[in-house]
């Protein structure tokens, strides 16, 4: 009978969570608002200079400032329906290939009068393109063009010294990197490196194949790892014995928690990270 | 049987009028707008997925006779994991009728088709036995788990993974399309029907083979087409949801609680609490999203992970005291 009466009470004090007439948020509305359920489209929106319309973000945002200041409205797996309809934005933005949506999600959005732009980045190309293609649909067509070639220029002030063998890995054990075809070696290779993966997409490495390539540069990308993990990479790349190694092989570990992440300003602080690593190697040879 | 079934509706219906009034943004009786949103996102489909996962968790423990069977035991929740996640091989992409299904109608498929599959390995003769059935669920649980783990390893770029998250840990899907949540709800409402129909039947199984036989009961007969149509309801459950943990494993328990082992009426006490309980943890998980700290959606299978597991640890101690 005690635990009958026990989960009662438990009933009980759940149901009167529902009756505390309490406002928790009040969020911002905007009639032109937007809400970016992707952190690499938030920095597109922020170059194009479209700061003040941001009204929501997702769980997974970058920006912290913007994270703190917006509320939250989930993932574009899990919307937070409810916070969409309290601020009414224009706009919502998501990551993702347009046949792959979730199909309840332009249902939803449809009847919430809500106009769903779906941005999609792989490649280095593609961000300059969202750039302009975001800013098509939002109305500032000319804004985005000048965006992308700002971009540009400040992805094109180092001019590469020649060609050097590099690896980029992606965690503290080597296992993951990234090879060709995809946003890094983009990267990488407009620093004037040389991708020592030949396989395409993001292939997955062990120590004896690791010990088969010559890279001069190993760029391990730890988006924020402590000091302990650092060390852990530079160890692991201390101990593998590259082929035809002649010198010490240089280890660039960066850390800023959005170093993985396809946005403007991740692309432009990575590409002047690799190219200075990239020209100061060429100048030790 | 009638009262019972009234009795229990009104105990579910005051735990979701109770729940429409928890928010991510207010706590309190919304305006229409957001009330309806509330009734057609979450308190109806996490109603139609707790009492889905109740009722077939009562049949499998009764089929069973083994009080720690749950509804994902013959491999549907890591069938629909595996569909779900093959939905997403870029090899799919390009081929234009499967583009064409959501990844919800994959995870039906792949749910059903496993089950199909264990079902017809666990069948000897037309013979059905409950260890058997246990045993090759895990195997294929652990298989399909295994190809997952394998596909993971080999694509593990894959674009959009969040979904497979949702096909791991669980939870109500708000992105699923409203075809899909119709349909779903079809095939657990006929399911449910079945099952209450079939519930006496569960009670027989119960005194064992020779008595059932003695009485005139088709035990193997009833057992293969309980365990069908359980598998049936998890699925349509599983499609829209993914494997939400410990509702069809706990419920059936906190009912006995209140009705004893009679299989009719746990039936629709179990079902009316695994919808009360998974509307609550829904709920719960609305809510915490304001609570700043937290600053995200929580999966509800995380929330009836955490509140379940504990839960059922002290059932099993108490069992054992017993």
Redesign the interface.
């Known amino acids: 009978m005690g635990?009958?009466n026990f989960?009662f009470l438990i009933?009980l004090l759940?149901?009167?969570?529902?009756?505390?007439?309490?406002?928790?948020?009040?969020?911002q509305s905007r009639p032109d608002g937007i809400v970016s359920l992707s952190p690499a489209a938030t920095d597109l929106l922020v170059h194009l200079g479209l700061y003040d319309r941001i009204v929501g973000v997702s769980?997974y945002e970058a920006n912290a400032s913007l994270?703190s200041r917006l509320?939250?409205v989930?993932?574009?797996?899990?919307?937070?329906?409810?916070?969409l309809?309290?601020i009414r934005p224009r706009y919502l933005i998501v990551q993702?290939?347009s046949?792959?949506m979730?199909?309840?999600?332009s249902?939803?959005c449809q009847s919430l009068g809500i106009q769903l732009i779906d941005i999609q980045i792989d490649r280095l190309d593609d961000i300059l393109m969202m750039l302009v293609r975001l800013a098509q649909a939002l109305g500032v067509e000319q804004t985005g063009l000048n965006a992308a070639r700002k971009v540009q220029i400040q992805m094109d002030t180092v001019i590469p010294s020649g060609k050097i063998p590099a690896l980029i890995l992606l965690n503290e054990s080597g296992k993951?990197s990234a090879g060709k075809q995809t946003f890094l070696d983009d990267l990488l290779t407009r620093a004037g490196g040389e991708n020592v993966i030949t396989t395409s997409?993001?292939p997955?490495l062990d120590r004896e194949f690791l010990a088969t390539l010559a890279p001069q540069i190993v760029f391990v990308l730890l988006p924020g790892a402590d000091d302990k993990t650092v060390d852990q990479a530079r160890q692991m790349v201390d101990q593998i014995r590259f082929s035809g190694q002649s010198k010490k092989t240089r280890i660039r570990v960066i850390r800023r928690p959005d170093v993985l992440l396809p946005s403007c300003t991740n692309a432009i602080q990575l590409f002047r990270e690799m190219s200075d690593e990239i020209r100061e190697k060429g100048l030790q040879k | 049987m009638f009262v019972l079934l009234l009795i229990s509706s009104g105990v579910w219906s005051l735990v979701a009028i109770a729940c429409l009034m928890v928010g991510s943004r207010s706590v309190g009786w919304p305006e229409y707008e957001i009330l309806s949103l509330r009734l057609y996102n979450h308190v109806l489909p996490a109603s139609l997925i707790g009492s889905a996962l109740a009722c077939a968790g009562v049949t499998y423990q009764a089929i069973l006779r083994n009080p720690l069977a749950d509804p994902y035991l013959l491999g549907t929740s890591s069938g629909a994991m595996l569909a779900a996640y093959i939905y997403r091989l870029p090899v799919f992409a390009t081929v234009g009728w499967i583009s064409a299904l959501t990844p919800h109608t994959f995870a039906l498929l792949g749910a059903l088709g496993i089950t199909t599959l264990v079902l017809i390995l666990c069948g000897s003769r037309g013979v059905i036995h409950p260890v058997t059935v246990i045993l090759v669920g895990a195997i294929i649980n652990s298989i399909c788990g295994a190809v997952f783990l394998l596909l993971n390893s080999i694509f593990w770029d894959l674009q959009g993974t969040g979904g497979i998250l949702t096909f791991m840990v669980g939870d109500i899907q708000t992105t699923a399309s409203w075809q899909q949540i119709y349909l779903s709800a079809l095939g657990i409402g006929i399911g449910w029907v079945l099952l209450v129909v079939l519930s006496p039947f569960l009670n027989v199984i119960r005194l064992g083979e020779d008595e059932a036989s003695s009485l005139g009961v088709k035990i193997q007969r009833i057992r293969g087409l309980g365990l069908i149509i359980a598998s049936g309801v998890t699925a349509a459950a599983v499609a829209i949801s993914g494997p939400i943990g410990f509702i069809g494993l706990i419920c059936p328990h906190i009912a006995r609680w209140f009705c004893g082992n009679d299989n009719r009426r746990l039936m629709i006490v179990a079902t009316a609490l695994g919808a009360s309980v998974l509307t609550m943890a829904d709920a719960l998980s609305r809510y915490l999203l304001s609570v700043q700290f937290i600053h995200t959606i929580l999966p509800i299978g995380v929330i009836t992970a955490i509140l379940g597991g504990p839960f059922f640890l002290i059932l099993l101690l108490r069992h054992r005291r017993e």
């Not at chain 1, 759940?14 to 969020?27: A, F, Q, R, S, Y």
């Not at chain 1, 989930?74 to 916070?83: A, K, L, M, S």
Request: charged share 30%; glycine share 10%.
């Open positions: 635990q009958r989960v009933l759940i149901t009167t969570i529902g009756c505390d007439n309490n406002e928790v948020h009040k969020p769980s994270k509320p939250v989930g993932d574009y797996q899990r919307i937070d329906w409810e916070t309809v309290v993702g290939r046949d792959r979730p199909p309840g999600l249902e939803r993951f997409g993001y997955t």
